[in-house]
């Protein structure tokens, strides 16, 4: 090991890495740590009742004299969507693009703290210094837009994080990667690559934005009545190619969902969609048109139910009915995880009388992802020809397959490293290893709360399964007695002869209560814990089922 | 309308129709009704403890003296599920063909009824009088050996229902359809065929189970260590495809997963399945070979928790351990629903080192569906030719492709009947008519009780989102107010502020109950609802979080 001035060069995730979620990334010299998106994930159907998982940030905290700033890559809810609560911890100044400026600038007046925050905005030919790091930007295309990579000069040798990306040759609206400038950077030479792996285990290349806007036109030409295309309102490229398809077939386009004209009034205001000002119309005004006239956006894609698309297929958008050759477009791939929210709402569209254009983007035409497949990340290798790699923004199985295809092209065998988020890669003397970790982990918010709920979420789970059983058992303070008949209250527990049931329960409660006193334990600890095994074993042998018990002693 | 002594023919579903799963079909002429199937559906995640849900039989239960018999087509779950619970209600006689007879035989000996059971053995040359039909079969391909189809000959007609089918004409094991039979069938006349559509939205044909054979066999060969295979027990020509490429690499074989090995004992037994004896080993025996010799056949490719892959994944399996190199082959596709558990353990298997060939049948070259796609459905149509279609064994939006079809094939528009379980089609004098409708729906199976438990979910599903309070008031019941300190117990609900929060429900506890004391409103009912009410709008504006509110009044 060199001994001496030498600075360590370290880099680590602390979200983002065997996930699909909470993207965060850092990039520390010396006295300085500079954190790449700040996202939040969603949790699955176990986490009941949590609304966000968001990640742990207490190193940072630890650390906190020598975060300087907060680079966001693009505008994404799991790179964005965490944001609100890393600057009530620590308000650091936050550089991102025009159009991912306006959405986290959304979240933080929800939030009520844009007042305080500290935005900058930068694009491809900005120059960050911080430290002794020079921070410069690279254009790519994405499913949103105004999106970058980032590449941190340093003493120690040139790291680029790529954020998200495909490759894509004929993008709607003039957004074009910077490939030259890729280049070159990879010519100067770059140490370390921490490159997305989303769709690392899909061969081939992602198909071009172009092949929907074309299918989109076919359709709105066909269609008798009136179209719905609902997608992600974030993805301002499909949205430019509905207003296309609109503007060919004669259409007006109104927007439903709060998120779709939140989202499309940002992307206009700053230049980043074309719609003809007379173009678009109230909700309230899709009845006095005739069908052939209307076209509609709308949010939902994913089977959200409180979304729009849902509330339309169940009849439940006001202003707005779905009627029989009506013609709706999925366009936008389902996330896994919702496929079956989705063809529930397939299924009620088709009830109402309408077409159905949907299913993955290969099946249906209307949706392209924004991620590179194999060949995209090979070209990015092959650009970049980093030294070491870094598969991020992935499971287990897409970081795994990036480094099958980095070896493949140049990358030698040992140089890709797959971590964990908390693992931390040092690198002095441009050899770089991974031999440490720091805290890391997932932040929960409920609600206004914040924090550690493990035990609330087992005992949620527990009830949700078999429910539960509340027994009250008052107890008479000065003699340390029975003062009355124990209650039993059950919820979410059903059985066919409770009542039956319920006198069991009582004689065992009362002869376990009996029990101890004459063996003179009267700790209530001890008389809540015996009762409890006592129901629940008689419980379980009558019903099969385990129910939360939660015996109460009240001391009157 | 026809007066006299004409017999009405009537078709109706209770369960099959507008979902995937409890299929149960009855055909009803005269005095005799005879079901088709008995099936059972899994639960989604929002129906909390319940284990399996099956078909409401009121209508077979009033009619009782009128129903015949039980034809079962084949041993899927979705078609057997239900058999024990409704032979407890109506124990009529059981045809099934040897295999399935041998799966049904498996759980009625669980639920303690095979002795007083009566069960037929029925094969495609069989014939079965009931009252004035006469019921015959034919063989089709399905993924599970000895699957039939049935025809009814009645006065009225005949109608024909397919069970689930495919068009293999490479099948394994020779288990070859009686196409020349169903043509025949075809021109003698059939005036209504339900037929299943659960592929209706896949163009082209269903792929052979060939074709899996083939890539098995590539596989095994190219496999440097022990090769894994995790496919439905039930699938038993996919288990002689795995048997064959065994024996092609001079490999032994063992069985994982109780299902499997109870499947594996009734194919074979029955003649299905053709393992040389010399081939089987026990997982004990696994350790002692050198890995290159071994196979290993195992549950759980739909990522069940309990069942062995995800087991194997975790290292949770006794004696058997997967290690670097070895090879995974899930050769079953992702049913909708299951694509995150399953990910998560190819996520788990790549972490041990292992190769694993996973994804949809078309991806992994792995599997192939059961279920006929859009050319396998006009197949049937064409050789069937019948009058009337009413598509059966999907979602509605797979009826509705399956309906499309149809129109291209020949079937007259209007002629398709799209029906919701318990909707009835009347036949008269060749022709039908959808006008009447009889009681259906879901029975929910929890535990050991089965019955309607909306009430019961409704509460499991409000706790499990923001858990529970419980109040206990203890009142005076002489002097009629309270007696002691209310009590706040709290279970799945979480607050940074606990103790403030208490004091303030303490508060208004006291306040609420005064209040309606001094009004002179005594009733226990009307005290716990407004103390519910006011409780529940607190906690709401300070937590922002809705957990069931539960007070106790307790008369002391």
């Known amino acids: 090991m060199n001994m001496g001035k030498d600075t360590v060069l370290s880099v680590f995730a602390l979200g983002g890495l065997n996930e699909i979620g909470k993207n965060m990334y850092a990039i520390e010299y010396g006295n300085d740590i500079v954190i790449i998106d700040c996202g939040n994930k969603f949790p699955d159907e176990s986490l009941l009742g949590i609304d966000l ?18 680079i966001v890559t693009h505008g994404h809810e799991d790179h964005i969507g965490g944001i609100p609560f890393f600057l009530k911890k620590l ?43 020079n921070i410069s930007f690279f254009k790519v295309n994405h499913s949103i837009p105004d999106c970058l990579g980032i590449v941190f000069d340093t003493p120690e040798g040139t790291i680029v994080h790529t954020g998200d990306f495909k490759f894509d040759l004929t993008p709607a609206n003039d957004e074009r990667a910077d490939i030259h400038k890729m280049a070159e950077i990879g010519n100067k030479g770059v140490l370390l690559l921490l490159s997305e792996s989303t769709n690392a285990e899909r061969p081939g290349y992602t198909p071009s934005e172009q092949m929907v806007g074309k299918n989109l036109e076919q359709i709105f030409i066909k269609a008798k009545r009136k179209v719905i295309v609902s997608t992600f309102a974030s993805n301002v490229s499909r949205i430019q190619q509905v207003v296309h398809a609109a503007k060919a077939t004669n259409r007006k386009l109104a927007l439903l969902g709060r998120s779709m004209v939140n989202v499309v009034k940002v992307a206009e205001e700053r230049g980043y969609l074309d719609i003809p000002k007379s173009m678009l119309i109230d909700a309230r005004d899709i009845n006095e048109l005739p069908p052939e006239m209307v076209s509609i956006l709308c949010t939902g894609s994913q089977g959200e139910t409180m979304a729009a698309l849902n509330r339309l297929s169940t009849g ?5 009915e779905i009627l029989p050759e009506d013609t709706i477009i999925l366009a936008a791939g389902p996330i896994p995880g919702n496929e079956k929210s989705i063809t529930s709402i397939v299924d009620n569209l088709y009830k109402l009388g309408a077409h159905v254009i949907y299913g993955s983007g290969s099946s249906s035409g209307m949706h392209v992802s924004g991620h590179g497949y ?17 598969p991020i923004h992935g499971e287990y199985r897409m970081l795994h397959h990036h480094r099958m295809l980095a070896e493949t092209v140049g990358i030698e065998e040992g140089n890709t490293f797959i971590m964990k988020n908390g693992d931390v890669v040092d690198i002095e003397n441009s050899i ?46 000065q003699e340390e007695k029975l003062l009355s ?48 095994r006592s129901i629940a074993k008689y419980v379980k042998e009558r019903t099969r089922k385990e129910p939360m018990i939660v015996p109460i002693l009240m001391d009157i």
């Open 53 to 70: 998982i968001i990640p742990d940030i207490s190193y940072l905290i630890e650390n906190q004299t020598r975060v300087r700033a907060l």
């Open 91 to 133: 308000n650091v100044p936050v550089y991102a693009t025009r159009f991912t400026l306006g959405l986290i600038e959304i979240k933080l007046k929800e939030h009520r703290i844009l007042r305080e925050s500290e935005l900058i905005e930068v694009n491809s030919n900005s120059l960050v210094p911080i430290g002794e790091m």
């Open 316 to 320: 439940n958008f006001r202003d707005v």
């Open 374 to 390: 194999q060949e995209d990340l090979r070209l990015m290798l092959t650009l970049m020809k980093p030294k070491y790699l870094i």
């Open 432 to 477: 770089a290893r991974h031999t440490r970790m720091i805290p890391s982990g997932d932040t929960y918010v409920d609600g206004v709360d914040i924090g550690d709920m493990e035990f609330v979420l087992r005992d949620r789970r527990k009830i949700s399964e078999d429910g539960m059983l509340v027994i009250i058992i008052p107890m008479n303070k």
């Open 485 to 532: 008949e124990p209650e039993f209250i059950s919820r979410g527990f059903v059985d066919q002869n409770f009542s039956e049931l319920r006198k069991g329960m009582h004689r065992i409660t009362i002869e376990t209560i009996n029990e101890l006193q004459e063996a003179n334990r009267n700790s209530r600890n001890v008389m809540k814990k015996q009762v409890k």
